[in-house]
């Protein structure tokens, strides 16, 4: 039973990374000190249009420009499967997310536009000093739709 509460505990934590890092996004907070607590210092995100951004700083530098174009934005995580062995974990959920474009100088009709996407955001945690952080994230789109989908695709595609 100990070990259950345990897991249970540990689990929570670790979902809790997801929810306070996309609440962050959502509510136009996200810093340096969000994303030191969220990731590992050499963690690595994989975007579904295949860029890659390593550790804290290039992670950060990469969400705030993207998310720079949208006057609103709003992420939903649901049906974790968590699965922890000893100080390592990995992690599945299932994540929706709007978009909403705000004004943007390049292409002034995107204004209001938006798009949604959802697919399957699986990561890989690690405790450091105690605390789960985040060493690796991919997203991995199932499906999109919107009017403003075709310019989020042209958005920092790897050369």
């Known amino acids: 039973m100990e070990n259950q509460l345990f897991q249970i505990v540990e689990k929570a934590e670790i979902s809790n990374l997801l929810f306070n890092y996309f609440r962050a996004i959502d509510e136009k907070q996200l810093d340096k000190e969000i994303?030191?607590?969220?990731?590992?210092?050499?963690?690595?995100?994989?975007?579904?249009?295949?860029?890659?951004?390593?550790g804290p700083h290039e992670i950060l530098e990469g969400q705030l420009k993207s998310f720079l174009r949208f006057k609103a934005t709003q992420h939903v995580c649901t049906d974790f499967i968590i699965e922890i062995a000893n100080d390592s974990a990995s992690i599945r959920t299932n994540l929706s997310a709007m978009h909403v474009w705000g004004l943007i100088n390049e292409n002034p009709s995107?204004?209001?536009?938006?798009?949604?996407?959802?697919?399957?955001?699986t990561t890989k945690a690690i405790k450091v000093e105690g605390h789960w952080r985040i060493s690796e994230w991919i997203f991995r789109n199932t499906w999109r739709s919107g009017d403003g989908l075709n310019e989020m695709a042209k958005f920092a595609r790897p050369s």
Do not use: R, Y
């Open 110 to 121: 995107l204004e209001g536009k938006h798009f949604h996407a959802g697919g399957v955001l």
């Open 35 to 54: 994303v030191e607590n969220t990731f590992t210092s050499d963690a690595k995100v994989i975007k579904p249009n295949g860029a890659i951004s390593v």
